[in-house]
């Protein structure tokens, strides 16, 4: 997609994916509100990263129209709470239709909380964020830009995987990277970027 940010029916400049006709009103709201902005905290990032995953061959819209039924379903993503859960509940999310019934993401969500509960509060939210490259770093100006990968998100993966994650790939690693902040690939020209272009006046 190689054209830059377009004005929205509210006049606003957006990344193109933000104003898909099928869906505007719940991509737009994303995009305005949520996508880029930094999350800090281990439930949160826990729960982008199971959101990512999950999302892995479908459209974002299906997984931001049964968010709600995945927080319900996963104990609100406590990290703790998912730790915890048993064969029966995996039994019970994959009969749940308020979420994505994958098998093999299920388990590694069930899997990536067991994890993540042997850690220090605070270490996947430090070993996540250490991963961020420098503010210098390229402004996309057109969505054609915008990379899949990084070798950031690469080695962000590679160590998550070391560790014993499961279904987290250098492309969901990136994925969880802009949704998280830790990137800012909003386009130049968008309304909701945060982060000047390096070198400008406001930087």
């Not at 029916?9 to 509100?33: K, N, Q």
Request: glycine share 8%.
């Amino acid at each position: 997609m190689s054209v830059g940010a377009v004005a929205g029916p509210d006049g606003l400049a957006r990344c193109p994916w933000g104003l898909e006709a099928e869906s505007m009103a719940d991509y737009r709201v994303y995009h305005d509100t949520e996508w880029g902005l930094p999350v800090r905290g281990d439930d949160a990032l826990y729960e982008r990263m199971c959101l990512e995953a999950f999302q892995s061959g479908l459209s974002w819209l299906t997984i931001l129209r049964r968010r709600e039924g995945f927080r319900a379903a996963f104990a609100g993503f406590s990290i703790p709470a998912v730790a915890a859960f048993t064969d029966a509940d995996a039994e019970r999310l994959l009969a749940d239709p308020g979420i994505i019934r994958n098998r093999a993401k299920i388990a590694a969500a069930i899997g990536n909380a067991k994890v993540a509960a042997q850690w220090e509060p605070g270490e996947l939210d430090a070993l996540i964020w250490s991963y961020a490259p420098g503010p210098d770093r390229p402004v996309p100006r057109t969505w054609a830009d915008v990379p899949a990968t990084t070798p950031e998100s690469t080695a962000l993966a590679k160590e998550l995987k070391k560790r014993g994650f499961r279904f987290i790939g250098p492309t969901t690693a990136y994925a969880l990277m802009q949704a998280c902040g830790l990137v800012d690939d909003h386009l130049a020209d968008c309304h909701a970027r945060r982060l000047p272009p390096p070198g400008s006046a406001t930087a």
